[in-house]
């Protein structure tokens, strides 16, 4: 396990990697990393209207990104492996955010892998 501030770290870091433009679109999302996920060993969580919606920008609900700590330090023990861990759960959740479903994450991963 490491630190708090060592694991925000992390994230930071695989915010900084997402491109653009989608980087510059996270402005209305609001991301936090909690200790403990919900039943189930979640490791990210996208709350919120995807930004494909008609009107999204203006939804009343906020939009929210939470990576779950200790699932992913379970998950990946090694310091690398935590880290591509991190990234991997952050880009997956901001895809969310971007409408992308995850049957269609599974059919771009089918995809690169067989490159």
Known sequence: MIGGDEFDEL??????????PFA???DS??????????????LGLYQGVPRTVLGADHAAVPNKITIFRRSLEWA??????LQQGVEDTVFHEVAHHFGISDERLRELQRETNAR
């Open 11 to 20: 994230v930071t870091r695989a915010l900084a990697a997402i491109p653009e």
């Open 24 to 26: 510059s679109r996270l």
């Open 29 to 42: 999302v609001g991301i936090v990393v909690d200790e403990d996920s919900p039943p189930g060993r979640l």
């Open 76 to 81: 990946y023990r090694d310091p690398a492996a």
